[in-house]
T-cell receptor
Framework: DAKTTQPTSMDCAEGRAANLPCNHS???????VYWYRQIHSQGPQYIIH???NNETNEMASLIITEDRKSSTLILPHATLRDTAVYYC????????????FGTGTRLQVFP | GAGVSQSPSNKVTEKGKDVELRCDPI?????LYWYRQRLGQGLEFLIY????????KSGLPSDRFSAERTGESVSTLTIQRTQQEDSAVYLC????????????FGQGTRLTVV
């Protein structure tokens, strides 16, 4: 089981912020939230991850609610090249350590 | 190269033949994963190697599928007696086995069984 739920698809205008939600209501205290994206015909690409604090890097920001049951990935200024499928994953960071992908959100950025 | 390398990039095979798919992980990465992605679908976990530990084979769909990895280097995914439903992109990823690490994916091998 992927243990996360995401909307199937979203649209965003170029230059606007894209806010992609993810529900992970059964997340455990030792599980991290990871985001990957997959641009058409390419392998998935890591974006960001976090445990309980909000995180920001050059690609995106990750906002995790205080109860950690949901999170939002924010692309502050979406471009056409951000059109992709975005995967939210919860992952235990010890021995088994495997990434289980769900169905993701297909983000379409339009001009 | 600096990234995960997979070969061949494309493979067409006849139903019933065996195929071998190769993955060269990033040097120093102890963890290696194989995934399958059918057309228009998400990533399906197949198998996971971590150092010298026993691999996690829980995602292999049948006994026709097997994978090997020698130490922390190359991995080979073998599909015996291929079926048309095996047609998919097979993706390999590697990562450092430490807390808070990202997995790096190759570009995949597109397998077509005719």
């Amino acid at each position: 089981d992927a243990k996360t739920t995401q909307p199937t698809s979203m649209d965003c205008a170029e230059g606007r912020a894209a806010n992609l939600p993810c529900n992970h209501s059964t997340i455990s205290g030792n599980e991290y939230v990871y985001w990957y994206r997959q641009i058409h015909s390419q392998g998935p690409q890591y974006i960001i991850h976090g445990l309980k604090n909000n995180e920001t890097n050059e690609m995106a920001s990750l906002i995790i609610t205080e109860d950690r049951k949901s999170s939002t990935l924010i692309l502050p200024h979406a471009t056409l090249r951000d059109t992709a499928v975005y995967y939210c994953i919860v992952r235990v960071a010890y021995n088994t350590d495997k990434l289980i992908f769900g169905t993701g959100t297909r983000l379409q950025v339009f001009p | 190269g600096a990234g995960v390398s997979q070969s061949p990039s494309n493979k067409v095979t006849e139903k019933g033949k065996d195929v071998e798919l190769r993955c060269d992980p990033i040097s120093g990465h102890t963890a290696l994963y194989w995934y399958r992605q059918r057309l228009g679908q998400g990533l399906e976990f197949l198998i996971y190697f971590q150092g010298n530990s026993a691999p996690d084979k829980s995602g292999l769909p049948s006994d026709r599928f097997s994978a090997e990895r020698t130490g922390e280097s190359v991995s080979t995914l073998t599909i015996q007696r291929t079926q048309q439903e095996d047609s998919a992109v097979y993706l390999c990823a590697s990562s450092l086995w430490t807390v808070n690490t990202e997995a790096f994916f190759g570009q995949g091998t597109r397998l077509t069984v005719v």
